[in-house]
């Protein structure tokens, strides 16, 4: 079945530094991808998303492309803040219409940015 | 646009007892899923609502369950609540087509002693 799966954190950057957080999937057919942020006690926020092969992502300074040849979905920032202190997660949608709202997601990258 | 809001944010039940949250998602979103986060197991999916049917459900025991009404608000229901059931439940809104992203609530933080 289809999966997700990321790089293992706690990843601790100072600020400034340059970021990459790894994910890679498994899929057949088309999904879309997505990177979602949590912050301590709240609910995922969507951070950006590519519905296609080669689609770059991007907001609030953090980019991420969608690489059908390698299955990856990489997220990467080149200068981090501390307010980016969260836990990112890895997702992909369901491809058939009855899979619309589920999603799989990896199981999260603990960011921990230093002054 | 208003978000998806979920309540109560918090909720400690005992063991044996059930518990019911609530989910109201986004305007003219037709599908909600249900999340069930804990620092083991990550983001594991519970079920999917869409115009009032379950169309979709995860690996989870038959004590847990939903249902959604004619507005696309959504319920979840846990019964005989277990100590191993303490998590943050999350709700997402959706159209509900294929790759399409979602939009999650804060979450109902469940403790269960």
């Known amino acids: 079945g289809n999966s997700v799966t990321q790089m293992e954190g706690p990843v601790t950057l100072s600020e400034e530094a340059f970021l990459t957080i790894n994910c890679t999937y498994t899929a057949t057919g088309y999904p879309s991808l997505f990177w979602y942020v949590q912050y301590p006690g709240e609910g995922l926020q969507l951070l950006l998303k590519a519905t296609k092969a080669d689609d770059k992502g991007s907001n609030k300074g953090f980019e991420a492309t969608y690489r059908k040849e390698t299955t990856s979905f990489h997220l990467e920032k080149g200068s981090v803040q501390v307010s980016d202190s969260a836990v990112y997660f890895c997702?992909?949608?369901?491809?058939?219409?009855?899979?619309?709202?589920?999603?799989?997601f990896g199981q999260g990258t603990e960011l921990s940015v230093k002054p | 646009k208003a978000g998806v809001t979920q309540t109560p944010r918090y909720l400690i039940k005992t063991r044996g007892q059930q518990v019911t949250l609530s989910c109201s998602p986004i305007?003219?979103?037709?599908?909600v899923s249900w999340y069930q986060q804990t620092p083991g197991q990550g983001l594991q999916f519970l079920f999917e609502?869409?115009?009032?049917?379950?169309?979709n459900k995860g690996n989870f025991p038959g004590r847990f369950s939903g249902r959604q009404f004619s507005n696309s608000r959504s319920e979840m229901n846990v019964s005989t609540l277990e100590l191993g059931d303490s998590a943050l439940y999350l709700c997402a809104s959706s159209s509900g087509q294929k790759n399409t992203e979602a939009f999650f609530g804060q979450g109902t933080r469940l403790t269960v002693v």
């Open positions: 609502y869409f115009s009032e049917t379950q169309r």
């Open positions: 997702a992909l949608s369901g491809e058939s219409g009855n899979q619309g709202g589920k999603l799989i």
């Open positions: 305007s003219g979103h037709r599908s």
